[in-house]
């Protein structure tokens, strides 16, 4: 294991409180080094992130990241269970001592209930047929109302034990004073959408912000243009789902009217926002497992200029710096999204291929 203490993030985008965690997870661990592992340009939730993940990347180094990794798109865009085992498979490749999250209760009461509990599974069983996604449906078998972020924090540290690593899970409570109110990545995202200018540093400044509205018309295209057998192969379609997406893109005239009509209890709307952005990208089930049989994919986003030292620490790990001669299919695919993003900032394609880390 290396000194380094890695930190799951979205940053979507940067703020207060992002910061804020960043210290006090090198206040909490004393680490060397710390690396931020980072959502692609589509986030969990299932949207585009407002901001490229070249300005997110930067954001982080400029407040107190060492070096910044890309959590590829498959895994960032993504149930909960699956972001957060690919990003502990990323915190693992690297030889991380530690990982950090964020959480509402400070990490207690995460510990990771017994899943052979056949009560246990029952419940879950259960859960999962009144319609809640996952990771409720896990909180709920285990008789807890978990927030958000402990809901993910579950699976930081569920992941963790079934990749059998010595990683130590460091949650850091949330403080509500940075991340609720007028300070929150909704609010800020909201205002932005509303024309307010987004000032926390320079990163953002030269920034074209993207909004779930902006992939729309493309996806109503590749929804028209695709038979209801091959919508089928993408990333968590299932149960016959893509008759109702094809029958709902028929009538539907905007974003927020396909989402109405395709999500139902059965189907909630950050499972059907996600598959959006899977057939938008043409992420199928076929490549997701692909993904996973590889090794993970170590690409670095953006690195210290007074730290870069730590490119030669990790040189043995496969850290990529360049993904131009990646075989690697979380990182092809994930080069192609960033590509089909550009378009929504009026970007130029390749951006990956000239982006320079060090920053």
Known sequence: ?????????EYNPFHEGHRYHLMQAK???HAKYVAVILSSDFVQRGEPAVFSKFARARAAVHNGADIVFELPVQYSCAPAWRFASGAVRIADAIGSRWLSFGSESGGAGLEVPDEEDGGYRDRLKASLKEGNTFARALASASGEDLMPND??????????RKAGSGIIPVPVKRESSLHDGTGSALEIRNRIKNGEKYSFGEDFKEEIPVFTEDIFAPLMIKIRSLAPEILSQHAEVGEGLENRIVSAAGKAKSYDELLFLVKSKRYPASRIKRIFINILLDITKDLDIKADEEPAALRVLAVNKERKEILSLLGGSGIITNPVS????AVRTTVRATDIYSVFRGGRSGEDMTNDIIV
Do not use: Q
């Not at 294991?1 to 993030?9: E, K, Q, T, Y």
């Not at 809901?151 to 963790?160: C, D, K, N, P, V």
């Open 1 to 9: 294991m290396h000194d380094i203490c890695s930190v799951i993030a």
């Open 27 to 29: 206040k909490l661990t």
């Open 151 to 160: 809901i993910l924090a579950r699976e930081y540290m569920r992941a963790i």
């Open 326 to 329: 990646s075989e690697l299919t």
